[in-house]
């Protein structure tokens, strides 16, 4: 009976895991799983589709953090498979968290990995702003085009948001974030993309 009982365990659903961890915040980690099928496919036994489920549960078991339903189908049994989702992070910053995959249809079959957050290197708590260089209020001369200066006749000068970036919107192709409060003028700054590409012509792409 070896070689029956042999092909009979290797018929059994088992599934190899990965994982690599990554915070996006100080309370989102970035989870991305690959799975591994590491059995014989029987259409007799499998069918044609083996579903799981995956559960993410925090480190005394007591809290399912995430849970999804995924199908193993039996054309792609010998790829990995890649899952990505994202799971709270309390603080204090528990040492571990557990990923079961679990079948649906099998006693028995499933699967554990931990994940220990020992290494993990969250983002500061208050990141502080961006200091706003000492640099004098920027003429709307800066413009150095009537039509452009026109646009602004309320005003002499660009306030300090505006200055600071003035350089890179309106003289480069940069990508650039700006992030402030309400009212500093974020959407003069918007303009001053724009007008960089105005002045490129009308082929240029936006």
Not at 9 to 33: C, D, G, S, W
Not at 70 to 78: E, H, I, M, P, W
Not at 99 to 114: A, N, R
Request: hydrophobic content about 35%; aromatic content about 12%.
């Amino acid at each position: 009976m070896g070689r029956t009982l042999h092909r009979f365990i290797h018929q059994f659903p088992k599934l190899n895991l990965a994982a690599h961890v990554q915070p996006n915040t100080r309370t989102v980690l970035r989870v991305e799983l690959t799975i591994t099928p590491d059995f014989q496919w029987e259409d007799k036994v499998h069918g044609y589709v083996e579903p799981f489920w995956v559960i993410i549960e925090d480190n005394d078991c007591e809290y399912i953090l995430h849970h999804e339903y995924f199908l193993l189908k039996k054309q792609y049994v010998d790829e990995d498979h890649n899952l990505n989702f994202t799971v709270p992070i309390f603080e204090p910053l528990r040492p571990q968290y557990f990923i079961h995959v679990v079948s649906d249809k099998w006693l028995g079959s499933q699967t554990v990995l931990p994940i220990s957050s020992r290494h993990l290197i969250l983002p500061e708590k208050y990141p502080p702003p961006t200091e706003l260089l000492d640099l004098q209020p920027l003429p709307v001369t800066a413009l150095r085009n009537p039509s452009y200066k026109a646009l602004y006749q309320d005003f002499r000068h660009f306030n300090p948001v505006q200055t600071q970036v003035f350089t890179v919107l309106y003289n480069t192709d940069d990508n650039v974030l700006v992030a402030a409060l309400t009212g500093s003028g974020k959407t003069i700054c918007a303009e001053f993309a724009i007008l960089r590409n105005h002045q490129k012509g009308p082929d240029s792409p936006m």
